[in-house]
């Protein structure tokens, strides 16, 4: 995957990282004109914190969630929050005062959020106040850019998926039936809804600062290299980007993780639509796993080394089938996978690899 509209992608998300600090700011700003409310935010304690502290009442605040996975000290509030379904809101089973969701991209020139394919994108006029969590990393320069991002997803379209665009520049109006049962007074009147925008970092200027791993931060979240990961579809524990991501920070280092949810196939640099290279990344952090702890992960990376130099070695039919039995035998799974493929997989080379392999 190499076409100019990938190029396209790979440069505007660049140019947003590299320009992230100057892009925030006149984001915040252009937010701050519309009227919608900005707050930073470092962490998920912060963001708890910050969320919480803005419910008018003591007890069972009507809280409806729109969330990967929403945080345990949002779950475990003893009556403060009553979460109501996405499905009860939007058949008005039931009401809620706060919609908490994600915001997919923030446009830094006309100060927007953009929401994509979400399930509460009929229940923006159903509460009154709206918070978006929106991830730092995650903002488009020029909104003329959004639709070559957007484009980027379409394939699903092939499948059957059809895609949901909504975008959010200023506050809006929901509409009240007021329900009276004479003449005089309308039927119906308007109240403002509040939006908050909570600008997230959870560790994404940690990794801006390592120049090996900033390219991780052009991901658009579209899934791919999740859909095409081997180890993924077997231990659903780490996808790609997430392998990588976690290695940027020092505590993670201490683990074999990055060994053993990869196999280095090489099939996520193939789908990424933003063109990153995966592969690159996960041998750069094997070698910094390794380098935390020479001795037993320097022979872990050599082995893994040796293998896809094999790998590559067993062209003819017989001799690669016998060679993967022997390596994957015990994990019936992979066996299955590397006997699919028919072409050469990537190869390992690191000279240190090699002399502790």
């Not at 937010?31 to 470092?42: C, E, P, Q, T, Y």
């Amino acid at each position: 995957m190499n076409s100019s509209i990938n190029k396209r992608a790979n440069f505007i998300r660049y140019s947003a990282i590299e320009n992230m600090d100057n892009n925030l700011l006149a984001f915040e700003n252009k937010l701050n004109m519309n009227g919608i409310d900005v707050k930073w935010i470092s962490n998920e304690e912060e963001l708890c914190s910050c969320i919480k502290s803005g419910f008018p009442k003591a007890h069972f605040n009507k809280v409806c969630f729109d969330l990967p996975e929403v945080p345990e000290e949002l779950t475990n509030t003893n009556n403060l929050i009553k979460s109501i379904s996405v499905e009860d809101l939007e058949n008005n089973i039931e009401s809620a005062d706060y919609l908490i969701t994600y915001a997919n991209f923030g446009l830094v020139d006309t100060g927007s959020v953009v929401i994509f394919n979400h399930n509460c994108k009929n229940c923006f006029n159903k509460v009154d106040h709206i918070i978006f969590i929106l991830d730092i990393n995650n903002l488009i320069a020029k909104s003329s850019d959004l639709g070559i991002i957007l484009s980027l997803y379409d394939r699903d379209i092939v499948y059957g998926n059809q895609h949901s665009v909504n975008i959010i520049s200023q506050p809006f109006n929901k509409i009240i039936c007021n329900n009276y049962q004479f003449e005089q007074g309308d039927a119906y009147s308007t109240q403002k809804v509040n939006i908050s925008v909570l600008l997230y970092d959870n560790g994404i200027t940690s990794i801006l600062d390592n120049v090996k791993l900033r390219e991780t931060l052009y991901c658009i979240n579209c899934g791919n290299c999740k859909k095409v990961c081997p180890v993924y579809k077997i231990n659903h524990k780490y996808s790609p980007i997430d392998l990588v991501k976690r290695n940027a920070f020092e505590r993670n280092r201490k683990t074999s993780d990055v060994y053993e949810n990869t196999t280095l196939c090489g099939n996520c640099d193939k789908v990424c639509p933003v063109l990153i290279p995966f592969t690159n990344l996960l041998v750069s952090e094997m070698e910094n796993v390794a380098n935390n702890d020479h001795e037993d992960n320097w022979r872990d990376f050599g082995k893994l080394a040796t293998k896809r130099l094999k790998l590559n070695k067993m062209n003819g039919r017989f001799r690669r089938y016998f060679f993967i039995r022997r390596m994957f035998n015990n994990n019936k799974k992979l066996l299955n996978y590397f006997m699919a493929q028919q072409d050469d997989f990537f190869n390992l080379t690191n000279t240190k690899a090699e002399e502790n392999a």
